[in-house]
Nanobody, 114 residues
Framework: QVQLVESGGGLVQPGGSLRLSCAAS????????MAWYRQAPEKERELVAI??????KYADSVKGRFTISRDNAKNTLYLQMNSLKPEDTAVYYC?????????WGQGTQVTVSS
């Protein structure tokens, strides 16, 4: 089993920044993929950013504004979000995948509003 705990969400004004964290624990394998997804009300869950080894990919809507990173010593994934827009409002989820399966965190709410 793998446990994922997200933190760092909150209310921020347009143009502001937040940093999300996802702490992983349990049965972790060295070769894995971690990613951030988000789900806005009445919308499908969508991929925001993914990290495979040292390679990263981003949704077009967040390129240049969001940065995904990880601290392997702490088993923690981060998402630095800058220049936030109201359309970034969503519940953000962390996902861990390895050869045995995948796991989701409980989500953290991000609200961008003035």
């Amino acid at each position: 089993q793998v446990q994922l705990v997200e933190s760092g969400g909150g209310l921020v004004q347009p143009g502001g920044s937040l940093r999300l964290s996802c702490a992983a624990s349990g049965r972790l394998f060295a070769i894995n993929t971690m990613a951030w997804y988000r789900q806005a009300p009445e919308k499908e869950r969508e991929l925001v950013a993914i990290m495979i080894g040292d390679n990263t990919k981003y949704a077009d809507s967040v390129k240049g504004r969001f940065t995904i990173s990880r601290d392997n010593a702490k088993n923690t994934l981060y998402l630095q979000m800058n220049s936030l827009k109201p359309e970034d409002t969503a519940v953000y989820y962390c996902k861990y995948s390895d050869y045995a399966g995948y796991y989701w965190g409980q989500g953290t709410q991000v609200t961008v509003s003035s």
